[in-house]
Nanobody, 115 residues
């Protein structure tokens, strides 16, 4: 069972990135899926969670209105579209089943926001 996140990189403040996360060994459609992040010196944060039942996504206040999560169950992939990036968004980003850190199986992808 694995979740492989990708798409991170260096972006200027105000820029955009799209992260992807592919699951292997299980079907995403049976799980709530979320994106989490860990920044140096800061608490770990669950930034989005998409319900398997009704498809509704909830967002942390820190990213609401700027980030959009989506999923493609056929491709076993979840996405995080990040707009208007800020320096405080700089972190390692993970996807996870059940929207918690116990389900974050993978190494994450690094997002660096800097001019």
């Amino acid at each position: 069972l694995q979740l492989q996140a990708s798409g991170g990189g260096l972006v200027q403040p105000g820029g955009s990135l799209r992260l992807s996360c592919v699951g292997s060994g299980f079907d995403l459609e049976y799980y709530d899926m979320g994106w989490l992040r860990q920044a140096p010196g800061k608490e770990r944060e669950v930034i989005s969670c998409n319900s398997k039942n009704d498809g509704v996504t909830k967002y942390a206040d820190s990213v609401k209105g700027r980030f959009t999560m989506s999923r493609d169950n056929a491709k076993r992939t979840v996405y995080l579209h990040m707009n208007s990036l800020k320096p405080e968004d700089e972190a390692l980003y993970y996807c996870a089943i059940h929207c918690n850190w116990n389900g974050a199986w993978g190494q994450g992808t690094l997002v660096t926001v800097s001019s």
